[in-house]
């Protein structure tokens, strides 16, 4: 009698064990928490384990849309100083049935981002061998930046030598009306209400006596 | 003194001005040239146009490479020898004779008209792909301004499982470099197609050199106060990171650990005088046009001396900051490699986190290999060397590109560090730009190949615009394989011809008489026996040996060229490859013709005098009689006149 009772007593977890030791559908995973941490890093114990398994069952309730997955359908095995251990998922219906490793791979996928949160680790740091991990988006830009910078550079260097070009042009201008200045003054002709023009290329102007300057003599 | 050796030169009272005439010209200020405002705008402008990406990637790897603190001692005998007697030669002729560089070798001889049009020709090759690299530069600094920078991390592929397989294999800067810059193809033949975003650059590239030569030294001048100068800030930047970055000091130490024996190498010092010879531009005819702008009595010996010691300085300045981030590179690529090793022995044995560090790594690995040496096999870990990371390929384009954006990306703040590093680059770059356009675009004014009334903006925008439309080459798939080709052989051996024949130009046919007392003219002291013995016998004899070593190493060996090739087996170091033999053809156009345009010219105008003599002896018969004849008006007043209307 006190036989087959410690044999009910202590068959479920051996059995447990072998399921999860024997099985194909279990996954290893390693943590490398100081790696991950440096000095910030906590230490695993049984209350960490605890979290992974809540966290992992958390994992399948979301993928199956199934409420009834708890922390007893997570078996763990093969535990070792590294931190790695082997885990299998047991079927809600059936303890001794295992869920199929594609379903879990699927569920661990789809909320990878959550279990490392829960840990505060990273892709590299808590792995899944077997599950590569899904890579984030690349970045998509509307305008690529450099296109932007080269829009700006293009426009600086275009108004660089519109004026430069401006100001070659009005210098010959300048230049030319001097000279036709110049060769004006060799006729002897000096027009008063000449055109704008030409009297630009005299720098002195007209000297117009009707008004003087002579602020120094009437001083007081 | 000694018989001295000069070739009779008939008529050359007649082409250039005399001392006379000179100081005239200088009291005049005869407005017709253009002149420096002030020295500092000459002296940067020579400094920039010397100072290049040379010193920054050429002279840190030839100083690694060939012994460390060793490689100075031939460097700074050789830019004694060979560097400071060429620069104040160019110098000297361009203050003298006042013109650019088909102008001083017409006055010097007519026949010698073919070196300024090889120096011109150099230029323009030159010019176009040393402006290709500017635009690469470019479109790195361009893709700057961006956290994380693109060549940080690999592109992931389609279904988000991994990276790209080429990225996989090689890294995210060789990738970045080789395929999203680039594109490049497998072999020279494939062309690839035209890059698109790269002739975007090169667009670019052009326009901004344009919009600062516009009027030759005019803007020039202005420009050069931010390019020459920006380098210099940046590299101290550099340094002062560099070295508060972990390993920089062991990459220093590499550097300049000195190996004697390489002196004994005598590829060493050929190497010295090569990068001696192609730091300092010479032979471009760049030097002599900038120099022609200057007063008559500069003092163009100090110039010379100034520009090389700063040349020189800028050289070991910038190899200290390289080396001390390629340290730092080196010194991070050792901590991951251990570190991956560590973490695979961790993993294999299930040891907990923390039980090796780098320190007992070793101590380990002997304790692994004793007790289970099949499981240790099988692990493959990697050597992990400092002396390979420290000495990967670090020169040319592979430096600028791939080492050291790579070593940015681990740095704090990696886009601020790129916009610098790039920006330097920039400015090293177009600085030399200047030079190279000034030595098309004054042989193309002297040439009266086209109009003389064009104004310089449109000669400039001329010359930009054709070297544009010829660079395009640059930006197929195959880009990057036909500018290796043309900085093999556009810029080394037609450079060493021109030079020697600039010496001997000088030296024996203009008369080394003659130039003593135009630098006693100039300066007020005659030239000291080490220039003398310089230009006539010494810097001769080392470019000549020189060239003869490029010539017949060239020669002699297989032309192959280096290949990013995703298929080979070797995958991702890069594939040597031959060259196809249409590439041989190319090679002559690149090389030979500058050189026989010397020979050339001079024999055409040889053909055309006698068969002309002829006829011009019946015409001075016939204008005997004529008062032009009889009176003679000298140049200045005729040219004094002509500007007056």
């Given at each position: 009698?006190?036989?087959?009772?410690?044999?009910?007593?202590?068959?479920?977890?051996?059995?447990?064990?072998?399921?999860?030791?024997?099985?194909?559908?279990?996954?290893?995973?390693?943590?490398?928490?100081?790696?991950?941490?440096?000095?910030?890093?906590?230490?695993?114990?049984?209350?960490?384990?605890?979290?992974?398994?809540?966290?992992?069952?958390?994992?399948?309730?979301?993928?199956?849309?199934?409420?009834?997955?708890?922390?007893?359908?997570?078996?763990?095995?093969?535990?070792?100083?590294?931190?790695?251990?082997?885990?299998?998922?047991?079927?809600?219906?059936?303890?001794?049935?295992?869920?199929?490793?594609?379903?879990?791979?699927?569920?661990?996928?789809?909320?990878?981002?959550?279990?490392?949160?829960?840990?505060?680790?990273?892709?590299?740091?808590?792995?899944?061998?077997?599950?590569?991990?899904?890579?984030?988006?690349?970045?998509?830009?509307?305008?690529?930046?450099?296109?932007?910078?080269?829009?700006?550079?293009?426009?600086?260097?275009?108004?660089?030598?519109?004026?430069?070009?401006?100001?070659?042009?009005?210098?010959?201008?300048?230049?030319?009306?001097?000279?036709?200045?110049?060769?004006?003054?060799?006729?002897?002709?000096?027009?008063?209400?000449?055109?704008?023009?030409?009297?630009?290329?005299?720098?002195?102007?007209?000297?117009?006596?009707?008004?003087?300057?002579?602020?120094?003599?009437?001083?007081? | 003194?000694?018989?001295?050796?000069?070739?009779?030169?008939?008529?050359?009272?007649?082409?250039?001005?005399?001392?006379?005439?000179?100081?005239?010209?200088?009291?005049?200020?005869?407005?017709?040239?253009?002149?420096?405002?002030?020295?500092?705008?000459?002296?940067?402008?020579?400094?920039?146009?010397?100072?290049?990406?040379?010193?920054?990637?050429?002279?840190?790897?030839?100083?690694?490479?060939?012994?460390?603190?060793?490689?100075?001692?031939?460097?700074?005998?050789?830019?004694?020898?060979?560097?400071?007697?060429?620069?104040?030669?160019?110098?000297?002729?361009?203050?003298?004779?006042?013109?650019?560089?088909?102008?001083?070798?017409?006055?010097?001889?007519?026949?010698?008209?073919?070196?300024?049009?090889?120096?011109?020709?150099?230029?323009?090759?030159?010019?176009?792909?040393?402006?290709?690299?500017?635009?690469?530069?470019?479109?790195?600094?361009?893709?700057?301004?961006?956290?994380?920078?693109?060549?940080?991390?690999?592109?992931?592929?389609?279904?988000?499982?991994?990276?790209?397989?080429?990225?996989?294999?090689?890294?995210?800067?060789?990738?970045?470099?080789?395929?999203?810059?680039?594109?490049?193809?497998?072999?020279?033949?494939?062309?690839?197609?035209?890059?698109?975003?790269?002739?975007?650059?090169?667009?670019?590239?052009?326009?901004?050199?344009?919009?600062?030569?516009?009027?030759?030294?005019?803007?020039?001048?202005?420009?050069?106060?931010?390019?020459?100068?920006?380098?210099?800030?940046?590299?101290?930047?550099?340094?002062?990171?560099?070295?508060?970055?972990?390993?920089?000091?062991?990459?220093?130490?590499?550097?300049?650990?000195?190996?004697?024996?390489?002196?004994?190498?005598?590829?060493?010092?050929?190497?010295?005088?090569?990068?001696?010879?192609?730091?300092?531009?010479?032979?471009?005819?760049?030097?002599?046009?900038?120099?022609?702008?200057?007063?008559?009595?500069?003092?163009?010996?100090?110039?010379?001396?100034?520009?090389?010691?700063?040349?020189?300085?800028?050289?070991?300045?910038?190899?200290?900051?390289?080396?001390?981030?390629?340290?730092?590179?080196?010194?991070?690529?050792?901590?991951?490699?251990?570190?991956?090793?560590?973490?695979?022995?961790?993993?294999?044995?299930?040891?907990?986190?923390?039980?090796?560090?780098?320190?007992?790594?070793?101590?380990?690995?002997?304790?692994?290999?004793?007790?289970?040496?099949?499981?240790?096999?099988?692990?493959?870990?990697?050597?992990?060397?400092?002396?390979?990371?420290?000495?990967?390929?670090?020169?040319?384009?592979?430096?600028?590109?791939?080492?050291?954006?790579?070593?940015?990306?681990?740095?704090?703040?990696?886009?601020?560090?790129?916009?610098?590093?790039?920006?330097?680059?920039?400015?090293?770059?177009?600085?030399?730009?200047?030079?190279?356009?000034?030595?098309?675009?004054?042989?193309?004014?002297?040439?009266?190949?086209?109009?003389?009334?064009?104004?310089?903006?449109?000669?400039?925008?001329?010359?930009?615009?054709?070297?544009?439309?010829?660079?395009?080459?640059?930006?197929?798939?195959?880009?990057?394989?036909?500018?290796?080709?043309?900085?093999?052989?556009?810029?080394?051996?037609?450079?060493?011809?021109?030079?020697?024949?600039?010496?001997?130009?000088?030296?024996?046919?203009?008369?080394?008489?003659?130039?003593?007392?135009?630098?006693?003219?100039?300066?007020?002291?005659?030239?000291?026996?080490?220039?003398?013995?310089?230009?006539?016998?010494?810097?001769?004899?080392?470019?000549?040996?020189?060239?003869?070593?490029?010539?017949?190493?060239t020669v002699s060996k297989e032309l192959t060229y280096i290949a990013w090739d995703p298929q080979s087996e070797n995958f991702p170091?890069?594939?040597?490859?031959?060259?196809?033999?249409?590439?041989?053809?190319?090679?002559?156009?690149?090389?030979?013709?500058?050189?026989?345009?010397?020979?050339?010219?001079?024999?055409?105008?040889?053909?055309?005098?006698?068969?002309?003599?002829?006829?011009?002896?019946?015409?001075?018969?016939?204008?005997?009689?004529?008062?032009?004849?009889?009176?003679?008006?000298?140049?200045?007043?005729?040219?004094?006149?002509?500007?007056?209307?």
């Open positions: 009698m006190l036989a087959g009772v410690l044999l009910l007593i202590f068959l479920p977890p051996l059995v447990a064990k072998d399921l999860c030791k024997d099985s194909q559908d279990g996954f290893k995973v390693r943590l490398s928490i100081k790696t991950g941490l440096g000095d910030d890093a906590y230490e695993w114990n049984e209350s960490e384990m605890f979290l992974f398994r809540s966290t992992l069952a958390y994992a399948m309730r979301k993928h199956s849309n199934q409420d009834t997955y708890t922390i007893d359908n997570i078996l763990v095995c093969n535990d070792t100083q590294r931190v790695s251990f082997v885990f299998v998922v047991t079927s809600t219906d059936d303890p001794d049935q295992l869920i199929p490793k594609e379903q879990v791979e699927l569920a661990v996928r789809q909320n990878k981002h959550r279990i490392n949160n829960a840990f505060l680790l990273s892709d590299m740091t808590l792995e899944f061998m077997g599950i590569p991990p899904t890579l984030s988006a690349p970045i998509i830009y509307d305008t690529e930046p450099w296109l932007i910078v080269f829009g700006v550079v293009i426009g600086a260097v275009a108004v660089g030598i519109v004026a430069l070009l401006m100001s070659t042009v009005s210098k010959k201008r300048r230049a030319k009306e001097k000279a036709a200045g110049l060769s004006e003054e060799d006729e002897g002709i000096v027009k008063e209400n000449g055109t704008a023009l030409s009297s630009l290329g005299r720098k002195e102007g007209v000297y117009n006596q009707a008004f003087s300057n002579d602020d120094r003599f009437t001083k007081l | 003194m000694k018989l001295k050796l000069k070739l009779p030169n008939p008529g050359l009272d007649e082409r250039i001005p005399s001392h006379a005439e000179l100081e005239k010209l200088e009291l005049e200020e005869a407005g017709e040239r253009p002149q420096w405002d002030n020295k500092a705008q000459y002296m940067l402008t020579c400094v920039g146009f010397c100072v290049g990406l040379g010193n920054v990637w050429r002279f840190p790897y030839l100083c690694q490479s060939h012994g460390g603190g060793a490689f100075m001692i031939p460097f700074l005998i050789l830019l004694v020898l060979e560097g400071i007697p060429l620069l104040h030669l160019e110098f000297a002729i361009g203050q003298r004779l006042r013109k650019g560089s088909v102008g001083v070798w017409r006055s010097i001889n007519p026949y010698l008209v073919g070196v300024g049009i090889a120096s011109m020709l150099v230029s323009f090759m030159v010019g176009m792909y040393y402006n290709t690299i500017i635009a690469w530069v470019l479109w790195y600094f361009f893709n700057s301004f961006q956290d994380p920078l693109p060549w940080s991390q690999c592109p992931v592929n389609e279904n988000r499982t991994g990276f790209v397989s080429e990225c996989e294999d090689s890294s995210p800067v060789d990738y970045f470099w080789y395929r999203k810059t680039l594109n490049t193809t497998p072999v020279i033949e494939d062309s690839g197609g035209l890059q698109w975003w790269i002739v975007l650059c090169l667009f670019c590239a052009w326009t901004l050199l344009w919009v600062c030569c516009l009027r030759g030294i005019e803007t020039t001048g202005k420009a050069v106060y931010v390019t020459s100068t920006l380098p210099y800030l940046v590299l101290t930047i550099f340094l002062i990171r560099g070295l508060t970055l972990k390993g920089s000091v062991s990459g220093i130490k590499f550097l300049f650990t000195p190996d004697l024996d390489e002196l004994l190498n005598p590829s060493t010092w050929l190497d010295a005088g090569a990068q001696v010879f192609y730091s300092f531009s010479l032979a471009f005819g760049g030097l002599i046009s900038f120099s022609s702008y200057n007063s008559v009595h500069n003092n163009c010996e100090q110039d010379a001396v100034i520009i090389s010691i700063i040349n020189g300085l800028t050289s070991i300045y910038a190899a200290i900051v390289i080396y001390s981030i390629i340290g730092f590179r080196a010194t991070e690529r050792f901590d991951d490699c251990l570190n991956g090793n560590i973490l695979t022995l961790m993993n294999t044995f299930d040891l907990p986190e923390g039980n090796i560090t780098e320190s007992s790594y070793d101590g380990f690995l002997q304790h692994l290999n004793s007790t289970v040496p099949a499981v240790f096999q099988d692990l493959q870990l990697k050597t992990c060397d400092m002396q390979t990371f420290l000495s990967q390929g670090v020169e040319g384009t592979g430096l600028a590109f791939i080492v050291f954006t790579e070593a940015i990306t681990k740095m704090p703040i990696s886009p601020l560090w790129s916009v610098l590093f790039f920006i330097m680059l920039f400015c090293l770059g177009l600085s030399t730009m200047f030079g190279s356009v000034e030595g098309v675009v004054v042989p193309l004014q002297d040439l009266n190949i086209l109009p003389k009334r064009w104004p310089k903006e449109v000669y400039t925008g001329l010359v930009c615009l054709v070297s544009f439309g010829l660079a395009i080459i640059f930006a197929q798939g195959s880009g990057e394989y036909w500018l290796a080709l043309f900085d093999g052989f556009a810029g080394s051996i037609p450079l060493l011809i021109i030079a020697f024949c600039e010496m001997m130009a000088v030296a024996y046919i203009y008369g080394i008489d003659r130039f003593n007392d135009d630098i006693k003219f100039m300066i007020g002291h005659k030239p000291n026996f080490f220039w003398q013995a310089t230009w006539r016998l010494v810097s001769p004899l080392i470019v000549l040996l020189i060239f003869l070593f490029y010539f017949v190493t170091t890069l594939e040597t490859k031959s060259y196809p033999d249409w590439i041989y053809a190319i090679i002559f156009i690149l090389s030979g013709v500058p050189a026989l345009v010397i020979p050339a010219v001079a024999l055409y105008k040889l053909i055309r005098n006698r068969c002309c003599a002829k006829e011009e002896k019946h015409k001075a018969a016939e204008q005997l009689y004529s008062i032009s004849d009889k009176i003679q008006i000298p140049d200045e007043l005729d040219r004094a006149s002509r500007s007056l209307h």
